[in-house]
Nanobody
Framework: QVQLVESGGGLVQTGGSLRLSCAASGRTFTPYPMGWFRQAPGKEREFVAASTRSSGTNYYADSVRGRFTISRDSAKNAVYLQLMSLKPEDTAVYYC?????????????????????WGQGTQVTVSS
């Protein structure tokens, strides 16, 4: 059974930092895309960042580019999201996602429907 388990969320002040972790089990995702999405109260889930494969290209939403960094650890079958210079508008539940097959179309990495597996989410709250 495939599981994605996020951790690292919490309450932080504006300008602060957090590091989210997502540990995958049940299969390896080393060759495949993994990403992060977030959902704020009353809003739709939105793309945050994606890693196309362990040593490939990364994608970021415009709203987080330059502040967030996605990275992966192949040995641990894990993906991370470093959040810096946090703003109140970054407050949301952050979800880890993984795709079970290869993908080369860049637009697809940004679409939640393209991912096959999801974690349960971790809350990030940024106070002003």
């Amino acid at each position: 059974q495939v599981q994605l388990v996020e951790s690292g969320g919490g309450l932080v002040q504006t300008g602060g930092s957090l590091r989210l972790s997502c540990a995958a089990s049940g299969r390896t995702f080393t060759p495949y895309p993994m990403g992060w999405f977030r959902q704020a109260p009353g809003k739709e889930r939105e793309f945050v960042a994606a890693s196309t494969r362990s040593s490939g290209t990364n994608y970021y939403a415009d709203s987080v580019r330059g502040r967030f960094t996605i990275s992966r650890d192949s040995a641990k079958n894990a993906v991370y999201l470093q959040l810096m210079s946090l703003k109140p508008e970054d407050t949301a539940v952050y979800y880890c996602a993984a795709k079970g097959t290869s993908e080369t179309r860049s637009a697809y990495f940004l679409q939640s429907a393209q991912y096959d597996y999801w974690g349960q989410g971790t809350q990030v709250t940024v106070s002003s």
